[in-house]
């Protein structure tokens, strides 16, 4: 059981009374540390790279992260949570350094090291994908004397950061069958890689971990003796496990109409409108798919929902593309009715 998470103000001023009390201590010491308490000091850095990686401050994760690692520079923990934080932050150059310390942490024994791999590699991956389509494209000037051979090396680097990727993601879930954050990845990189089907493969177990563990919030989150904290938590966890159910869902929809599976597609749209009836975005997904089933008629009213739903102005290119397809739709219905062909 994960302890009620605080407010990003509670959890600040916590983090200031881990480190001022030791702070004092340090300033007013004279000489060199004792081994207890350089043990203490690195624990309370690690304790606050943490909370700071919790809330999102990348750059003062890393920063207590460092900080402990100047103390302790073997330090397993603390080398994951500055690899967490520097594949959060996301640059290339970042990305680089994640992977070279995942890599030299992998022999610790901890899962959640071989999942940072994969995410790095994943991420790779697109980075080199982006520069080879950025050269090919002229977007980017290549330094190489036959450009056309670089972007062919750039993308023989990229398969090979996808292919290390999914097997890491494998690795972690021969482990951990059930990790979403496992299952995710694999279904992201499989289609990053054009492995369409086994990316579906990824969403329908992916779904599968999903939906107990979202049925168990749903029962504590009713419990008659649960604290308001605790269903506040509960409850953030529920909408958290829906939202990743509607994001794989609209997913496996996007991919199995790639594959001309538009029923199962609509399919899946429709299991993911019956977790969020309000979101516009769905019925536009359904609309396009409605029309690619020969249905205008039926796209007409998913187009209808979709603008009543949506808060985007006028002028929004989702909006004018709806007003596009709707009378699209509108001449077909008319096409169909003067040939006295049903629309649907």
Known sequence: MHPPSMNPSARALAIAALLLPFGLQACSSEGKLTAEQEKSLVERYTDTAQEYLKMGEIDRAEGQALKALEIDPKNAKCKLIRAWALQKRGKVEDILVAERIFRETLDGGDFRTTLGLAECLERKGIAFDEAARDIESGKRVSEAPDPVARVQALRSERDR????????????????????????????????????EDSIAYSERLLNAIRPTREFWEKQVVRPEITVEDERLYRQRIRYLVELEIATRIQASILLHELKRDGQALEELDLAVALDADRGELYGRRAELQRALGHPDLAIAEIDKFLRLSQESYDHPDIKRAWRLRKECEDEVRTAEARGVPAR
Do not use: C, F, P
């Not at 879930?173 to 492995?195: I, P």
């Open 161 to 196: 950061a996808w292919k290390e990727s999914i097997e890491r993601y494998e690795q972690t879930l021969k482990e951990h069958a059930d990790d979403v954050d496992a299952l995710n990845g694999g279904m992201r990189v499989t289609a990053l890689a054009g492995r369409l």
